[in-house]
């Protein structure tokens, strides 16, 4: 196991009926921004129940963050919280209003907040924000991450940093029963390659971290089909929320060699053509898996036995078995895994590689072996 330093600060606070309780976890006299997406925030009354519950405090609101949520309205945020002397913020949606959230935080003291998104520069200050996760699939919720899309360049970017964790969480599970099916499908989808990016790597006796990735993965598999089917059964959703959240709070991934050149490749398949997170994913997942079968011989095999039970046939067997059936269950659950389902035209192999050259995010994987070459096989295969 390698060295390693896990520092998660985030309350959760978890179950039916808990909005009510985020005054206590916010200053009597702040003066909060409550931030938030479309409609459904309004629509199904969760505005309405955080309203209730910020009592008398002077409250601002900045709704319209987008999917994937674009710097240049993050801006208009930041702007509307400065022009308030905001002091505090909660973020009222899903994984795109929480990560928006987060840079509001720090653009709020930085004047070039860009530059540290794309040059990991650190962040000396941000506000304090907490959050109300109405959409079980980030983790965004207890983790330090922010994924912002710079329209005007066509950047689609991550940043960490500890300033950035949200002070308390509230996850009631039934605010997901108003979900639509592809957004349940795609919140059980990226919990899942959440974990694959952090297990199916290498071994260096992570033991501990693999029989909880397992435990996550097997979670996953047997509750994410039955969200589809009995939407308003409470013990399912609240098992994919609490998955959710630990595929990405930094434990299972402490101490453990790390990929994520699924997500980093996945991002410009959004903002090139839009495509959803999860839907990145489950393209290229499966691709990936096969050309780096190599590198990942034995937690493939690993992952085989002890996630799809696959104990007959030679290793290459097996190995292609898990892969296939990881790509069923992306299809089970209502994502397709073919840039070509999506419509995307032949040539966008070659533009994500160009994507992939300018914002500098080559090689990529655990080795750094993902170079050019490696990574237009992966998308061919994608295709
Ligand atoms: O905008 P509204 O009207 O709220 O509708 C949203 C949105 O259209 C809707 N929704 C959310 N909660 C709902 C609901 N509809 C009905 N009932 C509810 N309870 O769902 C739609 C999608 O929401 P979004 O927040 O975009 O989805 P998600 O949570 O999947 O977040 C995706 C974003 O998170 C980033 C992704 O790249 C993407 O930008 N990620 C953030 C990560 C992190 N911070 O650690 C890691 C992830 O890998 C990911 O990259
Ligand atoms: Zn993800």
């Given at each position: 196991m390698y060295n390693f330093s896990y520092y998660n600060p985030t309350r959760i606070v978890f179950g039916?009926?808990?909005?009510?309780?985020i005054s206590q976890h916010i200053p009597a006299n702040a003066r909060v921004l409550i931030t938030y997406g479309g409609k459904s925030a309004e629509k199904y009354g969760t505005l309405a129940e955080v309203r209730q519950a910020l009592g008398e405090r002077y409250v601002v609101e900045f709704g319209g963050i987008e999917a994937n949520p674009h710097y240049e309205t993050l801006m208009k945020a930041t702007q509307l919280a400065k022009e308030n002397h905001v002091d505090y913020l909660l973020a009222v949606g899903g994984g795109s209003v929480v990560d928006g959230t987060k840079f509001i935080a720090a653009a709020y003291y930085h004047e070039n907040v860009w530059d540290h998104w794309v040059n990991k520069t650190p962040i000396t200050q941000a506000l304090p924000m907490g959050c109300v996760m109405t959409?079980?699939?980030?983790?965004s919720e207890m983790n330090a991450t922010s994924v912002v899309s710079h329209i005007a360049s066509g950047a689609k970017v991550g940043f960490n940093h500890p300033l950035l964790f949200p002070q308390f969480a509230v996850l009631d599970p039934e605010k997901s029963y108003t979900l639509p099916a592809r957004q349940v499908a795609n919140g059980v989808v990226d919990a899942f390659v959440h974990v694959i990016e952090q297990y199916l790597t290498f071994p260096v006796y992570g033991k501990v971290q693999d029989r909880f990735a397992e435990g996550l993965l097997l979670t996953l598999l047997e509750e994410g089909p039955k969200a589809l089917t009995q939407p308003e059964n409470y013990d399912v959703r609240a098992t994919l929320t609490w998955c959710a959240t630990l595929a990405l709070n930094g434990l299972i991934g402490a101490g453990v060699p790390q990929d994520w050149a699924t997500h980093r490749i996945g991002h410009q398949l959004t903002s090139l053509y839009g495509l959803d997170h999860a839907q990145t994913l489950a393209v290229l997942l499966p691709s990936l898996l096969y050309v780096q079968r190599n590198n990942k011989h034995e937690k493939l095999l690993q992952y085989a036995t002890r996630i799809w039970q696959i104990t007959e046939g030679d290793d290459e067997t097996r190995i292609s078995q898990a892969i296939a059936k990881t790509r069923d269950f992306f299809e089970h659950m209502g994502i397709k895994t073919r840039m070509r389902d999506y419509g995307l035209p032949p040539d966008a192999v070659e533009a994500i590689i160009h994507n992939l050259k300018v914002f500098n995010l080559l090689p990529q994987g655990e080795r750094q072996d993902i170079d050019e070459v490696m990574a237009r096989e992966i998308l061919t295969l994608s295709y």
């Open positions: 039916q009926g808990r909005i009510a309780e959409l079980p699939a980030t983790g």
